[in-house]
């Protein structure tokens, strides 16, 4: 099984938005939603290759776009 026009990623996405949304909605912060949709992406319940596409795409993503982000945000805050 391969990962047709990015299906499995957007479908790990849009959960992972989805539960941070909801988490937001019942009182908890975003990121709590968002780590639990990510439980869902694991190599036990998916297929071998979606996974790895999956895995591959949302690397790329976070070493190369949010890992700046954070560092920049970091370095601009105060710790007083």
Do not use: C
Request: no cysteine.
């Amino acid at each position: 099984m391969t990962d047709n026009g990015g299906k499995a990623f957007t479908f790990a996405m849009a959960s992972a938005l989805l539960m941070a949304y909801l988490s937001e909605l019942v009182g908890l912060h975003l990121i709590i939603g968002a780590f639990l949709a990510g439980q869902f992406v694991s190599k036990e319940i998916m297929d071998r290759d979606v996974y790895n596409v999956i895995l591959d795409r949302l690397f790329g993503i976070s070493y190369g776009f949010l890992v700046p982000i954070f560092l920049a945000f970091l370095s601009s805050t105060s710790f007083i």
